[in-house]
């Protein structure tokens, strides 16, 4: 079996119209993509770094790819407002494949450029040419598949010396009413003393079909500037996402990533980052709560290749049921890179004898004057705790949700992001109650209800 | 209020209570002594219900209900507290979300509406004056980072939240300066009414200065093996446990 098989044969039948319906840059690095799939086979539940999950079978289901771009929803901007208090945001949808901005985007005009792949490439193509597919690997086939498929994509610039004022906010939502495979991508460049705080939220408006979000995130931070990158995902059983995000540090520049997984279905995120320059800092923070047969599976991969760095992780799973986690993290200090900070730490609560997690932390050290560490756990919820509770009369249910929300409460605290770090803490709290429907989570209600 | 009958429990297997019986009624107060390892703290895990514990024996009777067949949330919610000898640590959960709560809890219990958060906060305020808990500790996670007696004001401050009828207070006085005991004790004193009883489980006199006892019991190897009023407790500080130990041991 080769789940690989079915797109590249899409492709050669449909190369034709996927080319002309994207902007000639995406086409040029489609020939290498296909070249890698040839021989290239998505990882078996058991290979190097997939100890948990199987790719092979998340591709190998029939979905649907809207090669031909037909629209889906005529404007996602006027169903759903934001609805994330005292966040005043600049708002943008994408629409299973196809992007949208709402009136909100305007308030960063004039300082951050977030634009289709299809005006970027107009508007701005030595930017786009320069790094479009510089940070992504081929080699993974993933990535591959994405560059051989994707027909747009979103690209936020944030020019030299500009601090975007407000947080950009990207809503995903799937709402095609059929099986579908999605190519979603994002590149994102902030220049020299730049900052910007994103926030991408992950949306299923159906539960009743199977979607795939195959999505690569290249992020470019140039010398001292500041990024912050909070990537919420809440779906549904059915829903599917592989996400690769690939960041390349300069010199001084501090880069904030945060993946939270609430609801979903199976989920695979990548996180590689690549320090390149000197005093760069380096902050990956992942949150899950996962329940009946949701598998979210993490893999971090800091590359120290430059001297007095700063990287620290923290990983923090809640699994109940019949859950599944996977965290495998590796930290690389290459030669020549004295002083280099890293931590990486994995703590993992399984609430239910049924519930499974996955943990591998690595090190990989070439340089003798450095501080690294790595830790990891997995346990279950303090004994005496709970029962120090309950001699209070709190229940034994609500004293579990009390000590989960306890246990994530400083990957929450970490968000640079007032407004998104109390709304976290609130949605954290209704999804252990149990409480978590999709529209009251959803930071994009609908205004039908 | 309570009637203790031939209680006897064990943990992993190893039989640590042998029969223990005790009436307390509203109003009083118990001291319970006795050596290390006597049973002392067991016999409070087993009062409220730490699931550690298994009960092989007799039972246990609170304001007529069979507590050993209750939670030990609702225990806590019919009126019984512990304030433990090494209170937990719990990271990451405030005392205001912890106490809120709790009486949350209660309230829900016995039919009634939770209580306003300006009500709430009020309640905080006035019952964190007894036992003289800073403001600050209040807004801190329960316990973590507390010094040793402020680790115990808090204990006093829970029971003043939660206005129990029986309380037991376990070793409150380990790990206190003389100062801090004698807060922690004016706290106790001011909670004490008609309605309400305490025991208290001590090593030591000195506590009992602080709060007077009506009667003390000695429990020796998994049974109170003495009863009498407040002298026994001098008669202790003075003899030690020596000739009660000789006393039982030859008896058997």
Redesign the interface.
Known sequence: MNALKQYIDLYDESREAIEQQSPALLNNLRRVAREHLETARLPRKGSEDYEATDLEAVFAHDYGVNVNRLPFDADPAEAFHCDVPNMSTCLYYSSNDAFHSSPTAERNIGQVVVEPFSMAAVDYPELMNAYYGQLARMTDPTVALNTLLVQDGLFIYVPDGVVAERPIQLVNIFNAALDMMVQRRLLIVVGKNASIKLLACDHTQSPDYHYLNNQVVEIVAMQGSTIDYYDMEESTPLTRRVSSIYVDQHEGSNVLIDGITLINGFTRNNYHVEVNGEHAETRLLGMTIASGEQHVDSHTFISHNAPRCHSNEMFKYVLNDSAVGAFAGKILVKPDCPRVEAYQGNRNICGAPTAKMYTKPQLEIYTDDVMCSHGSAVGQL????L??????????D?ARR??M???V??VIDGVRLDALKDRLHYLVEKRFAGTLSNCSSCMAACRKN | MLIIKDLQASIEDKQILKGINLTVKPGEVHAIMGPNGSGKSTLSAVL?????YTVTGGSVEFYGKDLLAL???D???EGL??S?QY???????SMV???R???N??RK?FGQEPLSAADFLKLMREKRTIVQLDNKLASR?VNEGFSGGEKKRNEIF?MAM?EPKLSILDETDSGLDIDALRVVANGVNTLKSKDNATIVITHYQRLLDYIKPDFVHVLYKGRIVMSAGPELALELEEKGYDWIKEQVDSQQ
Request: charged share 20%; no cysteine.
């Open positions: 303090d004994e005496d705790a029962f120090y509770m309950r001699t209070r009369g709190i229940g034994i609500e009390l000590l929300q306890a246990f409460a400083d | 409220t219900g730490n699931p550690a939670s030990p949330e225990r806590a919610h507290f512990l433990f209170p937990v640590e719990i990271p990451g959960v979300n912890f106490m709560t709790a009486l809890e209660k219990y996670a829970q939660l």
